[in-house]
């Protein structure tokens, strides 16, 4: 298993200014994902977090948008750029262990809960 | 292309109800299964999960068995308690290396006394 903090666990922003998410897993891990969990709905994953290189987007989310680092293998950060009140959201650190790597499973952080006014 | 469809919710049930949250998904290949449950202001925890057909994940009193055949993946309680209250998530992992989880929309359960 890991343990993922996230911060912050919430906040209110304004609009068109920029957030930054930190991720911080308790060991070292291989895949580092993002996901949005808008309200009432399910989870959408945004990105994949490459340690050491640019992260890979999924359709309908950019990097000037979500610009994500990973600097180490233990932590990523997500910026959520120029924000709008559509951007109100749950975001979502996972990760997946070494241990994990034969059944898949997915460990989450809490969430960062944003609110865009 | 891969996606999970969960029944629609909330899903409203006495103590001690009988339970059943119906999952069916669409992928190339065999995936990997998962139920995740969320607890109010709480995050995503793993529930259960089955990696090959015919297995059987269980947890808490929770069962599913990966149904290859119906492409299912049937999450079930025999007796829920209040403290079942929680939006369950059904979700897949594709054979692909590297891949993350896709989750189903969630199915909100409402247990009361």
């Known amino acids: 298993s890991a343990v993922i903090s996230q911060k912050p666990s919430r906040d209110i922003c304004q609009r068109g200014t920029s957030l930054t998410i930190q991720c911080q897993v308790d060991?070292?891990?291989?895949?580092m994902f993002w996901y949005r969990q808008q309200p009432g709905q399910s989870l959408t994953l945004i990105a994949t977090?490459?340690?050491?290189?640019?992260?890979?987007?999924e359709s309908g989310f950019v990097i000037d948008k979500f610009p994500i680092s990973r600097p180490n293998l233990t932590f990523s950060t997500l910026t959520v750029s120029n924000m709008s009140p559509e951007d109100s959201s749950i975001y979502l650190c996972?990760?997946?262990?070494?241990?994990?790597?034969?059944?898949?499973?997915?460990?989450f952080g809490e969430g960062s809960r944003l609110t865009v006014l | 292309g891969n996606s999970v469809t969960q029944m629609e919710g909330p899903v409203t049930l006495s103590e001690e109800a009988f339970l059943t949250i119906n999952c069916t998904y669409t992928?190339?290949?065999?995936?990997?299964l998962f139920w995740y449950v969320q607890y109010p202001g709480e995050g995503l925890q793993l529930l259960l999960k089955?990696?090959?057909?015919?297995d059987k994940g269980s947890n808490k009193g929770f069962e599913a068995t990966y149904r290859k055949e119906t492409t299912s993946f049937h999450l079930e309680k025999g007796s829920v308690q209040v403290s079942d209250s929680a939006v369950y998530f059904c979700?897949?992992?594709?054979?692909?290396?590297?891949?993350?989880?896709?989750f189903g929309k969630g199915t909100t359960l409402s247990v009361s006394s």
């Open positions: 992928a190339t290949g065999y995936p990997s």
């Open positions: 089955a990696t090959k057909a015919d």
């Open positions: 060991s070292q891990v291989t895949m």
């Open positions: 979700a897949l992992r594709p054979r692909q290396a590297g891949t993350a989880l896709i």
């Open positions: 996972s990760v997946r262990t070494s241990g994990g790597a034969n059944t898949g499973e997915l460990f």
């Open positions: 977090a490459n340690q050491g290189s640019e992260a890979t987007y």
